[in-house]
Nanobody, 122 residues
């Protein structure tokens, strides 16, 4: 059974950091692009960060660039997202995904996790 499971979400104060993890089972996503997306209430799902299958390239959305890091551990079949200097606008459900298409488009991803809630308070 193919499965992606996110963890690490929670309630934090503005300015704090959070580390999200996404573990895959039932398949190896080391050959796939892995991405993180987020969706706030009433908004569309938006791209946050992605890492290529080789781990050689990373991509970030402008709102998180410079304060987030995506990384992966292929041996553990896990991808991570470190978020620093969290802002109120970062509040959303964060999803990890894996696919072979264009990294920025959610439609290009084949596998999705259930999501983990990140809430930033002032």
């Amino acid at each position: 059974q193919v499965k992606l499971v996110e963890s690490g979400g929670g309630l934090v104060q503005a300015g704090e950091s959070l580390s999200l993890s996404c573990s895959a089972s039932g398949f190896s996503f080391s050959s796939l692009t892995r991405g993180w997306f987020r969706q706030a209430p009433g908004k569309e799902r938006e791209f946050v960060a992605a890492i290529t299958w080789s781990g050689g390239k990373t991509f970030y959305a402008d709102p998180v660039k410079g304060r987030s890091t995506i990384s992966s551990d292929n041996a553990k079949n896990t991808v991570y997202l470190q978020l620093n200097s969290l802002q109120l606008e970062d509040t959303a459900v964060y999803f990890c995904a894996a696919g072979v298409g264009y990294y920025r488009s959610p439609n290009e991803y084949d596998y999705w996790g259930q999501g983990t809630q990140v809430t930033v308070s002032s």
